[in-house]
């Protein structure tokens, strides 16, 4: 299994992005999900995860702003980001856990800023 993650880039406060991870291989419909982010100097911490049963979470600084969603057929997840602030400044990168795996994408940089 690898994971791609892409659709990062450089937005405006306010703006939005969506963010997608491509999983190859055929367990994608039966993993667990997630969104982690690491910004510079701190540790990498989870944003938005979803099981395999389509149930999110969603870290308490992103709550009503972020989305997450799945198409199994595609073998994709999304992170549709609004609303973004400085503080969500980061590499963030795409995590799959499924039948003892624990696999992650290569990351992809999303910068805040006016």
């Known amino acids: 299994v690898q994971l791609q993650a892409s659709g990062g880039g450089l937005v405006q406060p306010g703006g939005s992005l969506r963010l997608s991870c491509v999983a190859t291989?055929?367990?994608?419909?039966?993993?667990?999900m997630g969104w982690y982010r690491q910004a510079p100097g701190k540790q990498r911490e989870l944003v938005a995860s979803m099981s395999s049963s389509g149930t999110t979470n969603f870290a308490d600084s992103v709550k009503g702003r972020l989305t997450v969603s799945r198409v199994n057929a595609k073998n994709t997840m999304y992170l549709q980001m609004n609303s973004l602030k400085p503080e969500d400044t980061a590499v963030y990168y795409c995590?799959?856990?499924?039948?003892?795996?624990?696999?992650w994408g290569q990351g992809t940089l999303v910068t805040v800023s006016s």
């Open positions: 995590n799959l856990k499924a039948l003892g795996l624990d696999k």
């Open positions: 291989g055929s367990i994608f419909s039966i993993s667990a």
